[in-house]
């Protein structure tokens, strides 16, 4: 493990610790660390699109359909079939992946707005047919679920998701799916198998939503197929998270996702304004900053150590030391 | 005839509804081979590179490759039996840098799971290490390394052109075909691009096909040419047949009233 490893592990462990220690000092009350669990899963949600939507190409508006599969799934063999959590969770998990695939092989041919439609269309069919499953609860949502998720476990699987999505990115087949984004006959024509790819991002993308979901019902120990909940409305939310941070930026996603999450809180004394002012702050940073919070970039140590140097390269000029790139 | 050429097409007709964009081709090509198509527009010259590199389905007809039936195969599979291609509208991964384009071109040649990918061990740095090696090599062959981490969207027109041949050569290609390389290029460009061409057949052993619409480029590079008009091959042979052909003349002339 190099030193840059060591310290990325050092800082997450350390926003952990300071999140535990404000909990025990009285500082975070248990509803400001339930906001903490939930930019958690956002960012999930968030970075898991954005694979789909900002690297891939492949415009889908239906991911919290993925969602509400893990959610649902997942519950129903905790509270039905006395699953252990996890276990429920990662089935949850390949539940909405093997949903995924079901989905994405037909819709996947489509392009642009036509996907977008059928994917929007798939994920109303994937909360209408929760919505008419009696075992589920119905239309009065889903009840009694035990709250295994805590802070600390919604933290954990944050961080893996991040971190396998980005190497996932940086490997051979992440590069795969951005030739397809970039130019799909271009990419064909080297080799690429472009509609195995389109359907392994879109698979992996609802695995790691479905994940979120199963996350999500056993940390509110309630889920209902409301559209805000698991339906379009969520998809959008979903979506502004990923346009707002950038498309194809794992760090813009999870900026917006922390952003978005904590500004209605943070907005919480406007009272009724609220959902006023929330749009306008959504379109000023769409004016302004019209391909996202990052673009297409993203924040790593190698970012920050050529700022750095930038930065101080001029103090080092003067002293006529040489900067190294270690 | 050599009893075992590189490319065969036998018969390959291609239909567009009611349109007949090619009709009835037959040729081969032998190894080593630098071979120009020549055609007036909307002769079916780029419909042929389509339909050789599986992006257009043939209506009727064969086409055998090294051995291989590429008669109605993925297009991502006819790039891993060895053809690989330019486009006559250049189509770079516009927003990724030069070497970042042909390492998605490396996707061949690098080889580990999913897995392999998302933990990243020992052998992932190892192949990435070999391909971001490869790539490097081609770059210097094109004369492209000083350009190695701009966007490719940003390079001048003329090695954008370069940067899609070498793209193309690094999923190491047994036929290259080049859609009217030399389109848009300045004189000292062409110039340069005609000993490109040259070294890639006489010292990597690539065999090429090419369409062109520079005669003079096509009479001093290619030792073969083909003749397309209307979809049919209406002539083939040395630079001089070509030239004192009457068909040919009539193509591209027009015939006498």
């Not at chain 1, 960012?43 to 690297?55: K, P, T």
């Not at chain 1, 919505?131 to 961080?159: C, D, E, H, K, Q």
């Not at chain 2, 384009?101 to 080889?111: D, G, S």
Request: net charge neutral; aromatic share 8%; glycine share 10%.
């Amino acid at each position: 493990m190099g030193k840059r490893n060591l310290i990325s592990v050092g800082i997450l462990a350390g926003i952990y610790l300071i999140v535990q220690l404000l909990v025990s000092r009285g500082v975070l009350l248990a509803y400001d660390l339930q906001i903490l669990g939930l930019v958690c899963i956002n960012i999930m949600l968030a970075v898991s699109l954005n694979l789909i939507n900002g690297f891939t190409g492949q415009f889908s508006i239906g991911h919290a359909g993925f969602f509400g599969i893990g959610a649902y799934a997942s519950a129903y063999l905790t509270v039905v079939h006395d699953m252990p959590f996890l276990l429920a969770l990662i089935i949850g998990g390949l539940f909405a992946a093997l949903i995924g695939i079901c989905i994405g092989l037909p819709t996947l041919r489509l392009e642009g707005d036509y996907l977008a439609i059928a994917t929007l269309g798939f994920g109303e069919i994937i909360r209408v047919v929760i919505l008419n499953i009696p075992a589920v609860g119905g239309a009065r949502g889903f009840s009694g679920i035990s709250r295994s998720t805590t802070f600390g476990t919604a933290y954990v699987f944050m961080i893996l998701t991040v971190i396998i999505l980005k190497n996932f990115i940086s490997s051979k087949h992440g590069r795969a799916c951005i030739a397809i984004r970039e130019d799909e006959l271009a990419s064909e024509t080297l080799g690429i198998n472009t509609t195995f790819y389109k359907v392994a991002a879109f698979t992996i993308g609802a695995f790691f939503a479905g994940l979120a979901g199963g996350l999500y019902s056993h940390f509110m120990g309630y889920i209902n197929p409301a559209a805000n909940q698991i339906g379009f409305m969520k998809s959008i939310d979903i979506l502004i998270m990923v346009v707002l941070g950038g498309l194809g930026s794992i760090t813009g996603s999870i900026a917006a996702a922390i952003f978005l999450t904590l500004i209605p809180e943070f907005l919480r004394s406007l009272a009724e304004y609220r959902m006023v002012v929330y749009p306008i702050i959504l379109i000023l940073i769409m004016l302004f900053r019209p391909s996202g919070l990052l673009g297409g970039k993203e924040l790593s140590w190698d970012v920050l150590s050529s700022f750095y140097r930038r930065v101080t390269g001029k103090a080092q000029k003067q002293q006529g030391v040489s900067t190294n790139g270690s | 005839m050599d009893p075992n050429p590189l490319l065969s097409v036998s018969n390959l007709s291609v239909n567009f509804g009611g349109l007949r964009a090619l009709s009835n081709i037959n040729l081969t090509i032998k190894h080593g081979d630098l071979v120009g198509l020549i055609g007036p527009n909307g002769a079916g010259k780029t419909t042929f590179f389509n339909t050789l590199t599986g992006l257009c389905k043939p209506s009727t007809g064969q086409i055998m490759f090294a051995g291989f039936d590429l008669t109605n195969k993925a297009a991502s599979y006819i790039s891993r039996q060895g053809i690989a291609r330019t486009f006559q509208n250049i189509r770079l991964f516009k927003s990724l840098t030069v070497l970042e384009n042909l390492m998605v071109a490396c996707h061949q040649n690098i080889n580990y799971s999913f897995l392999t990918g998302v933990l990243k061990s020992k052998k992932y740095r190892l192949e990435e290490e070999a391909g971001l090696e490869e790539a490097k090599r081609i770059l210097e062959i094109v004369g492209l390394s000083h350009h190695a981490h701009e966007l490719s969207v940003n390079l001048p027109y003329g090695d954008q052109r370069k940067l899609e041949i070498a793209r193309a050569l690094v999923t190491k290609p047994k036929l290259l075909l080049l859609d009217e390389p030399a389109a848009g290029m300045n004189p000292a460009e062409t110039q340069e691009l005609l000993s490109l061409i040259r070294y890639l057949r006489s010292d990597l052993g690539i065999t090429i096909l090419l369409i062109e619409h520079d005669m003079n480029l096509v009479m001093n590079l290619c030792e073969h040419i083909f003749v397309l008009d209307y979809g049919m091959l209406i002539a083939e042979g040395t630079a001089a047949e070509i030239r004192s052909n009457e068909q040919v003349i009539q193509a591209y002339l027009g015939a006498d009233v």
